[in-house]
Structures are given as structure tokens and as C-alpha cells.
């Protein structure tokens, strides 16, 4: 009985753990992509930042079905500006 009781919580344990790895890993790597993709859109680099914020949008719109708000939060903002403005030269050469 107690062999019974320490596999299940050591199955519990070690299912747990994986989870919380696997999150954290995906944090860590979204985290980098968005952090890329911030820094582009501050030095005026329109297209390299939709480069990167297209290459995240599967991963946005799988967190937002799959309810993780947080996630889905960081990222709505930044797809939202993803045109470039257009600046209009005085100069007509």
C-alpha cells in the first residue's frame, strides 16, 4: 500500500515538474521573441518587426484559444501596429 502511495505521488511529481519545465521554456522563448521584436519597432524598423511579430502570430492565436490571457495580452498591442507609418517627404525629388 504505501509502495502505491509513493509511485502515485512520485508520478504526480514528475508529471508536475515537466509541466512546469515545458511552461517556462515556452515563456522564455516567447519572451525572447517579443523582446526582439520591441527593440526593432524602437529603432523605426517597421519591417523587421513585423518580420519577427509574424513569425509569433501562430503561437498568439494557439495561446489565446487555449486561454492563456497573459500571453495573449503582451502580444495584441504590438500586432496591432504592424504597418509602418508612411512619412510623406516635402522634398518632391
Known amino acids: ?25 515556452k515563456e522564455a522563448v516567447w519572451s525572447e521573441s517579443y523582446a526582439q521584436a520591441s527593440a526593432a519597432f524602437a529603432r523605426h524598423d517597421y519591417a523587421g518587426t513585423e518580420k519577427i511579430l509574424v513569425s509569433i502570430v501562430p503561437e498568439f492565436r494557439e495561446a489565446a484559444k487555449g486561454g492563456n490571457k497573459k500571453r495573449a495580452s503582451r502580444v495584441a498591442p504590438a500586432l496591432a501596429c504592424r504597418k509602418a507609418p508612411q512619412i510623406k517627404s516635402k522634398d518632391p525629388h
Open 1 to 25: 500500500m504505501r509502495r502505491w502511495i509513493l509511485l502515485a505521488f512520485l508520478v504526480f511529481a514528475g508529471a508536475w515538474g515537466g509541466w512546469t519545465m515545458l511552461q517556462r521554456h
